[in-house]
């Protein structure tokens, strides 16, 4: 777990220092697996998210989305949060299970819907992340199975 609260460290003050004039966040996302995630605005409607996970707790993935903003709703609860819905598409890579280690190849998609705070630059998502792929060598050979069924809640610091 030690190693894990200082690989988050250093994740924060990576991304901190490439803190430039477009919008970035850095957060956690926990569910079917622990992600540590970056996102980079490209614009005003679409973004690059990139995550390091921890597929069910038993590897590590490198995870790249292109999200575009699908819709938002400012006037739901004006005076705290903007509300959202965000769609992308990727890939990830990685080892899947550090007892038999295979080799994870897919691609992924994302569907997210969440809040980004008016009066404090925090945002929070509830997500669906399926990973469509495969996993050559190891014991876990073939589909993976885990893959469908990441769901997750992820928590943003944007600046």
């Known amino acids: 777990m030690k190693k894990f609260f200082l690989l988050f460290a250093l994740f924060l003050s990576a991304a901190a220092a490439e ?6 966040a850095v957060g956690l996302r926990l569910g079917g697996s622990a992600e540590l995630l970056y996102q980079r605005d490209l614009s005003r409607a679409n973004f690059l998210q990139f995550s390091v996970a921890f597929p069910n707790y038993g590897g590590v993935a490198v995870t790249g989305l292109y999200n575009w903003r699908c819709c938002e709703w400012t006037d739901w609860t004006p005076k705290t949060c903007d509300w959202y819905l ?24 994302s569907v997210a819907f969440g809040c980004r705070f ?21 014991g876990d050979k073939g589909f993976y199975k885990p893959g469908l069924w990441n769901f997750g809640l992820a928590v943003k610091f944007h600046f």
């Open 86 to 109: 965000n769609a992308g598409v990727g890939g990830a890579l990685g080892a899947y299970d550090f007892d038999d280690t295979g080799f994870l190849l897919g691609v992924t998609g």
């Open 19 to 24: 803190v430039q004039a477009q919008d970035q």
């Open 118 to 138: 008016k009066r404090t630059p925090v945002s929070i998502e509830v997500d669906y992340r399926p990973i469509i792929g495969t996993v050559a060598g190891g």
